[in-house]
């Protein structure tokens, strides 16, 4: 494994690449920063150069100023910047839950660097009929609410009810305890990138970036990151790819998502 920082505006983000063969990115869902799937990674090593990093605020990548907000837009920049560093190729980007978005951004503004996007239930609200989209921003900020005035174990059970999370998992999973870092991780994510989210827009209109919505197999339907990533098929008019395992199945169920990983990414080549 390589490991090294990047200087990008304002934060210095943190970044791994394992294996050989064709670039991917992974970007992450949630708090997980660059080791959150390295059960799906060790997977994948064997046939691609996987690249995974710390999203700015979270673990190892620090930004400057801790107090400044963050949007959906520059966590895009970040990954622009970091692909600009390692290759000058289009890679295979494979965008979970937030991740998804920050690769619907890149797709829109920096098509020359993804060769494909993989949007696995994109947490964006703007892709959603309008009184739906105000249903779910505003479930997003009283969630926020919950967890400044009750900390992480009043919030925890409602964001895995908000984004349909189960527990249902594969055996044998490297431990993902909720260390003190893990837990900075979560507060960042709620209370920086939760706004981020209700408040991001994009235009995808003319976009020409080749997108693959997705969806978990088990992901309740009424849950707005498996309706974001429906109405986004509608709007590519192209179908919903089914993954194993729920919202995180990359990280529940990384033997399965794996395979279908193969599969699907042989299936577009």
């Known amino acids: 494994m390589n490991a090294d920082l990047l200087h990008v ?25 660059a080791g959150r799937s390295v059960d799906l990674v060790d997977r994948l090593v064997d046939e691609y150069t996987v690249i995974t990093y710390d999203r700015r605020g979270l673990s190892r990548s620090t930004i ?14 970040d990954v ?17 839950s937030l991740g998804a978005s920050i690769g619907l951004h890149l797709a829109v503004e920096h098509p020359e660097q993804i060769g494909l996007l993989i949007a696995h239930e994109p947490v964006s609200p703007w892709l959603l009929p309008e009184a739906e989209r105000a249903e779910h921003r505003a479930e997003l900020t009283e969630l926020q609410k919950v967890y400044v005035e009750g900390g ?36 960042f994510f709620i209370r920086r990138d939760f706004t981020a989210v209700v408040q991001d827009e994009l235009d995808l209109s003319g976009c020409r970036t080749r997108i693959l919505p997705a969806t978990g197999r088990t992901t309740p339907q009424h849950v707005f990151d498996h309706r974001c990533a429906v109405e986004l098929a509608k709007l590519l008019g ?23 990983l193969r599969e699907v990414l042989q299936g577009v080549s």
């Open 238 to 260: 192209t179908e919903l790819v089914e993954f194993p395992g729920g919202h995180n199945g990359n990280t529940s169920h990384p033997r399965a998502y794996a395979a279908r």
């Open 80 to 96: 622009h910047r970091l692909l600009a560093h390692l290759t000058d190729q289009p890679v295979i980007m494979l965008g979970q």
């Open 152 to 187: 992480l174990p009043a919030a925890i059970g409602q964001v895995k009810r908000v984004l349909g999370i189960t527990e249902d998992a594969e055996a044998d999973l490297t431990p993902q305890p909720m260390t003190a870092q893990r837990q900075a991780n979560f507060d």
């Open 64 to 77: 400057h100023d801790p107090e400044a907000g963050v949007s959906v837009r520059q966590h895009a920049d």
């Open 9 to 33: 505006p304002g934060a210095d983000l943190y970044y791994e690449t394992r294996g050989t063969g064709p670039l991917l990115l992974i970007s992450q869902s949630g708090e997980g920063d």
